[in-house]
């Protein structure tokens, strides 16, 4: 259960290769921390941006079995619950590096990471009004990945 960092486009592609792309998995359950806090005079603290994480857990149908993605510098979240009509299996998932996504002053000369359960995720689409099927993303600094648990074989877990 060793972390690996995405650092570059190669590792993206071992992670994508590793996970079938994300085929056939789904998000099981993720947890938020700002680390920002309240100590017990009422003095609230606060942390950098970089230190906001975002873990989620997913399960694969594939010999990959259960793997989690941690998110560091977390700067949006979209996470899709149930949709009318629409399961929340992934058949497909975004996963790139970009630059110049926020507003100048805030992301120069930082890139970003950005992760979809829709392979053919658009930037462009983010603020659009609600709709279905939505799509999940998130947008962060830093990202790492590991397995939890291998499978020894194919078995029905997100359906």
């Given at each position: 259960?060793?972390?690996?960092?995405?650092?570059?486009?190669?590792?993206?592609?071992?992670?994508?290769?590793?996970?079938?792309?994300?085929?056939?998995?789904?998000i099981?359950?993720?947890?938020?921390?700002?680390?920002?806090?309240?100590?017990?005079?009422?003095?609230?603290?606060?942390?950098?941006?970089?230190?906001?994480?975002?873990?989620?857990?997913?399960?694969?149908?594939?010999?990959?079995?259960?793997?989690?993605?941690?998110?560091?510098?977390?700067?949006?979240?979209?996470?899709?619950?149930?949709?009318?009509?629409?399961?929340?299996?992934?058949?497909?998932?975004?996963?790139k590096?970009?630059?110049?996504?926020?507003?100048?002053?805030?992301?120069?000369?930082?890139?970003?990471?950005?992760?979809?359960?829709?392979?053919?995720?658009?930037?462009?689409?983010?603020d659009?009004?609600?709709?279905?099927?939505?799509?999940?993303?998130?947008?962060?600094?830093?990202?790492?990945?590991?397995?939890?648990?291998?499978?020894?074989?194919?078995?029905?877990?997100?359906?």
């Open positions: 259960m060793v972390w690996k960092e995405i650092l570059t486009d190669a590792d993206i592609e071992e992670l994508m290769d590793t996970c079938l792309g994300f085929h056939d998995a789904c099981v359950s993720a947890a938020y921390a700002s680390n920002t806090y309240v100590d017990e005079e009422g003095k609230m603290y606060f942390t950098e941006p970089e230190n906001f994480r975002l873990n989620v857990l997913f399960h694969s149908q594939w010999k990959i079995g259960r793997f989690e993605l941690s998110f560091g510098g977390v700067r949006r979240v979209h996470l899709v619950g149930g949709q009318d009509n629409h399961l929340n299996i992934i058949y497909g998932a975004y996963l590096f970009h630059k110049n996504i926020l507003p100048a002053k805030y992301d120069m000369p930082k890139r970003r990471i950005v992760w979809s359960d829709h392979a053919e995720f658009a930037l462009n689409e983010i659009e009004p609600f709709k279905e099927p939505a799509v999940s993303y998130i947008i962060a600094s830093s990202l790492k990945w590991r397995v939890v648990e291998s499978l020894n074989a194919k078995t029905s877990g997100c359906m």
